[in-house]
C-alpha cells in the first residue's frame, strides 16, 4: 500500500490561510476590548476557536487536495515461475486499414485484444513485443499490470519504429512484413532462460510476404515456443490517409491462408478477432500446472483521492457559512 502525490509543492496553497487567520485573529482582538468596554460577556472557548479550526481544515484539506495524491495498494499474487508468454502485435502499415472511416482500425483492435489477454493471464507474466520484418521487444514478461498497460497504450503503434532493412524488405516492397522474421523469437533472448514453457500469441492481419513454414515451426520448436494466431482483417478493409481511400492498399485475400498454414505446421490454433476467451483457455491448456512463487510488483489502478478530499472540504465550508449566518 502507498500514497504518492503528483503534484506535492501545490500542497503550498493551504498557507493561504495565513491571511484570513491573520484578519480573524485582528477582528477578535478588537471584539475583546468591545464587549469588555459594553459589559457584555466573553465568547466561550468553543465558539472563538470553531471558526478557526474549521478554516484550517478547510485550507489543509484543499492544499492536499492541489498535491493530487493517490493511493495503491500491492496485493500479493501467485504467479507462474515456469512460464512466459508474449504477445506480438503486428506493426506493419497494413495494420491501419479499416472497415470505414471513423471505425477502428486493426492495429486499434489488436491494442484493445492485447488488454484483455493480458487481464485474463494474471497468473502468468506477459510480455509484448512487435513484428514487421524484425522482431522487437517493447516490454520483457512481468506481472505489472500497470506497466503492461502503458507499455501498450504509449508505446505500440504502426510503423514504431518502421520495418528496418533487411533480406525481407526492399524499398520497391508494398508488403514489408514477413511472419518469417518469428524465428528472432528462438535465435533472439526474448524468454528468460531455463523457462520451461514459453508461449507467443500473435495478432496479425496475416498479410504477409511469402514465408518459409517449416523453417518457422522448426525454429520455434527447437526453442519450445508455442504460438498461437488472432487475425484482424476484412476483405473490405481500407487505408485511410486524409480521409480518402489509399488506391494502391488492396486486402491481401490469402491473408487468412497464410496464417492457416502456419498455424497448422507449428501446431499453433488460429483465431479470429473476439475470440479473447478461447486464447485464454488455450494459453492455460497449452501451460498447463506448475510451481509457482508469490509476485510483490502485482498493483492496481491507483484511484485519486483529490476529488473525495475536495468533497471534505464543503463539510467545515458549510460550519463557517452557518456561523455567519446566526
Known sequence: MSIHFATPLAALIALAVLVPLTGWLRVSRRATRVRAGLGLPELSRGRRLAPVAAVIALAGLLGVAAAQPAYQKGAALRVRSDSQVFIVIDSSRSMLARAKLGSPSRIDRAKATAARLERSLRDVPVGIATITNRVLPHLFPTTDSVVFQATLADAVGVDRPPPGT??????????????????????????????????????TDGESR????????????????????????????????????????????????????????????????????AVTQDVHRVLGTGPTTVSTRERAQPVALAPYLAGIAFVPLALLLWRRSR
Open 166 to 203: 533487411s533480406a525481407f524488405s526492399t524499398s520497391r516492397s508494398r508488403t514489408a512484413s514477413t511472419l518469417d522474421s518469428l524465428t528472432q523469437l528462438a535465435s533472439r533472448r526474448f524468454y528468460t532462460p531455463g523457462t520451461r514453457h514459453r508461449v507467443a500469441i500473435v495478432l
Open 210 to 277: 511469402p514465408i518459409s513454414a517449416s523453417s518457422v515451426a522448426r525454429s520455434l520448436q527447437d526453442a519450445h515456443i508455442h504460438t498461437m494466431y488472432v487475425q484482424f482483417w476484412g476483405s473490405k478493409d481500407q487505408v485511410f490517409t486524409k480521409g480518402k481511400p489509399e488506391t494502391h492498399y488492396r486486402p491481401n485475400p490469402k491473408a487468412q491462408a497464410i496464417l492457416e498454414r502456419l498455424g497448422e505446421i507449428t501446431g499453433g490454433n488460429v483465431y479470429r478477432e473476439g475470440d479473447t476467451g
